[in-house]
């Protein structure tokens, strides 16, 4: 049972009231998703609130998990549905996007064939309104991601990193021991991908493996995400983290002292 359990990709998500309508989709996206043999995935769906919005979009799928809990944004959600998962990998989907077919399977290939690799990212499309897609220029080159590469391109392009969070894929210890998401109300995605960096090697597929939703009601559209002076403060709280997690010399995998 213990190694069922662990031959396990937790896909977490959070979910608001206005997200919720896109649930089906992303579900479905999952459905298309086709493993190894002996693996599986198990959806993990956090609202954030206790609403009563969220639930009816719900699927009716053993494989899927639904809970609920106080209102702290989207990363309180989504540390929160930590405590409801076991498995050896945590992969991160936002309640309105889509994973491309695969893109579990290339994730695993990478993870399970690299021990020394903590965590994944792929190429990104947006899914614009009209049901198009356009692409993201400047993407990095299909392999691994030396620890501390992101820290000075995310700064240099105005606190954009050069790989997508929403596109992680990340061992769950790992994860747990950085402590989940930031405590921020926007960017906490991207502050986990800066620390995961400052301390892990990752890997960058050139494959697409997610479908990036843009719509009037997602959060990074709202005037509060751009606000000028909490904008600075969240990037400002996000650099100093990456810092000092590199600046302590932990690294993953641990490095043994010689017997």
């Not at 049901?131 to 391109?153: K, Q, V």
């Not at 990340?170 to 950085?178: F, M, P, Q, S």
């Not at 559209?221 to 990037?235: I, K, L, N, S, Y």
């Amino acid at each position: 049972m213990r190694d069922t359990v662990l031959r396990r990709v937790v896909v977490v998500t959070a979910v608001h009231g206005p997200s919720a309508a896109f649930l089906p989709q992303a579900h479905a996206s999952l459905c298309a998703q086709e493993l190894p043999p002996g693996w599986e995935w198990h959806w993990v769906i956090q609202e954030d609130g206790r609403g009563g919005a969220v639930r009816p979009y719900v699927p009716d799928d053993p494989r899927v998990t639904f809970r609920q809990g106080r209102p702290g944004g989207p990363g309180v959600a989504r540390t929160l549905a930590l405590a409801h998962t076991e498995g050896a990998y945590a992969k991160i989907l936002d309640a309105d996007d889509q994973l491309t077919p695969g893109a579990l399977a290339r994730d695993l290939a990478v993870l399970e064939g690299h021990p020394s690799v903590g965590w994944t990212t792929s190429r990104v499309l947006d899914l614009l309104p009209d049901g198009s897609t356009a692409a993201f220029p400047g993407d990095p080159d299909d392999g691994p991601i030396e620890p501390g590469a992101l820290l000075g391109p995310w700064r240099a392009n105005g606190w954009l990193a050069p790989v997508h969070p929403a596109t992680l894929c990340v061992r769950r210890d790992l994860l747990l021991a950085l402590g989940g998401w930031m405590a921020l109300p926007a960017s906490e995605d991207t502050g986990l991908l800066l620390a995961l960096n400052a301390v892990s090697r990752g890997w960058f597929s050139a494959r697409v493996g997610l479908l990036y939703r843009k719509w009037d009601g997602q959060a990074t559209g709202q005037a509060a995400h751009v606000d000028p002076a909490e904008r600075a403060a969240r990037m400002a709280v996000v650099e100093a983290r990456a810092r000092a997690l590199g600046s302590f010399g932990w690294t993953y995998p641990p490095v043994t002292a010689p017997g």
